[in-house]
């Protein structure tokens, strides 16, 4: 009897300390997911377009044709009507190979409630293909501006010294009139201790 009675206290004991501490075990594990450092911020309406083809409701918008004014986007743009010829690459520099959390600001792309998934939207990070948690978009509730841009973590990557390059692209689904789409970009997030720079294409919204 006087052992449960030490296990009992001992468990409430723990319980406040954590309390005190001001989180759980969960809010730490989500804690240490994420790197340390800076957040660099880039943007999609800044990659290179020139050469994409896209996938709009009416004809195919190509090139600089990608990039869209949304006053709910950041810096203004966002890149959209995206399909399988118009991967949306950025090229990311550090100087230091380094860990860090990827984060992507997406849109509905106007497709209505839609699944991604490491299947139906690739991205890649140096060649490589990462694996994210699976999540969804959805055109909000505003009927005038159906983007509903959201921030999606991609989880951790690895960057190494130099060049880096960051490919989104749509993959196997079947959510544009039965052709493969991707969400819209808004742009990149990443945070880390190095420290990164991507060269922007202006021109793209001048």
């Not at 075990?25 to 999609?44: H, K």
């Not at 989880?155 to 390059?165: D, Q, S, T």
């Amino acid at each position: 009897m006087k052992k449960k009675v030490i296990a009992t206290l001992l468990m409430v004991a723990t319980m406040v300390l954590m309390t005190a501490c001001g989180g759980s075990t969960e809010s730490e594990s989500e804690t240490t997911e994420e790197a340390a450092g800076t957040e660099f911020i880039f943007e999609a309406e800044y990659t290179v377009l020139e050469g994409l083809e896209g996938l709009g409701v009416s004809g195919s918008p190509t090139g600089i044709g990608l990039a869209k004014e949304n006053a709910k986007a950041s810096n203004g743009f966002y890149v959209g009507e995206l399909g399988t010829k118009s991967p949306i690459s950025f090229v990311i520099t550090s100087d230091a190979d380094t860990t860090a959390t990827l984060k992507a600001v997406l849109g509905s792309n106007t497709l209505g409630n839609c699944t991604w998934n490491p299947t139906s939207f690739v991205v890649t990070v140096n060649g490589e293909a990462i694996q994210y948690n699976e999540f969804t978009t959805d055109n909000g509730t505003d009927a005038s501006n159906q983007e509903n841009f959201k921030t999606k973590n991609l989880g951790e990557i690895n960057l190494k010294a130099g060049e880096n390059v960051i490919v989104f692209t749509a993959g196997e689904n079947t959510y544009r009139s039965n052709m493969p789409s991707a969400p819209s970009i808004d742009c990149l997030k990443i945070t880390t201790n190095a420290v990164l720079s991507m060269e922007d294409v202006v021109e793209n919204i001048e």
